[in-house]
């Protein structure tokens, strides 16, 4: 199956670190997605994971894999009021096709 | 390089009507793909287009449909709307690679009514 779940909001201080969750049932993943979306707009994309990989950084962006558990987090450091959204992780099961299976998305809100 | 262009922007439709939304990508992307967002069933897949053939389809009724041109735009086309077609439509551009980095474009708010 492609269940992709994540918690529905989170409220994090300015300058605090958030982090998002995200787990999936589909152990044949491939690549693993983060997206943002603001109102009004399309997706982002902020970054991604490789399947065999256990960590990624990016800036102030950590990516977290636990491929036993399937569970892939995203940890935003020094979190900023531009950094309030919609974020979603997606997956893919098939390598070089382009269908991914979206979570359904976390409310992120930063409080000043 | 400009981004995902999508137009109409919004679309207000009555029930049994047809709709076809354009989807122009970025330039040197050759695979299109479309996914519909409602707040009951989130992001699901449509179908991915490349080189003119659809490459992949989601699980949605025939009255969705969709083609490319020989420029890589692509349209998709919903026939008969009903009020659950009510949606945010995005479509999503990549080069053919690996790693599957879709850019999105702004969508097309439909609304039926």
């Known amino acids: 199956g492609e269940d992709v779940e994540q918690s529905l909001f989170l409220s994090v201080r300015e300058g605090d670190s958030s982090v998002i969750n995200c787990t999936y049932t589909?152990?044949?993943?491939?690549?693993l997605y983060w997206y943002k979306q603001e109102p009004g707009a399309g997706l982002q994309l902020l970054t991604y994971i490789f399947s065999n990989m256990d960590m990624k950084q990016d800036q102030r962006l950590t990516v977290l894999l636990n491929k036993k558990d399937k569970h892939l987090s995203l940890r935003i450091a020094d979190t900023q009021t531009g950094d309030s959204a919609i974020y979603f992780c997606a997956e893919s099961l098939q390598t070089g096709a382009n269908n991914l299976f979206f979570g359904t998305g976390t409310r992120l809100t930063v409080i000043p | 390089k400009a981004g995902v262009t999508q137009t109409p922007r919004y679309l207000i439709k009555t029930r049994g009507q047809q709709v076809t939304l354009s989807c122009s990508p970025i330039?040197?992307?050759?695979?299109v793909s479309w996914y519909q967002q409602t707040p009951g069933q989130g992001l699901q897949f449509l179908f991915e287009?490349?080189?003119?053939?659809?490459?992949n389809k989601g699980n949605f009724p025939g009255r969705f449909s969709g083609r490319q041109f020989s420029n890589s735009r692509s349209e998709m086309n919903v026939s008969t709307l009903e009020l659950g077609d009510s949606a945010l439509y995005l479509c999503?551009?990549?080069?053919?690679?690996?790693?599957?980095?879709?850019?999105f474009g702004p969508g097309t708010r439909l609304t039926v009514l």
């Open positions: 999503a551009s990549s080069l053919p690679g690996v790693r599957n980095e879709q850019f």
């Open positions: 589909d152990s044949s993943s491939t690549y």
């Open positions: 330039s040197g992307h050759r695979s």
């Open positions: 287009y490349f080189s003119e053939t659809q490459r």
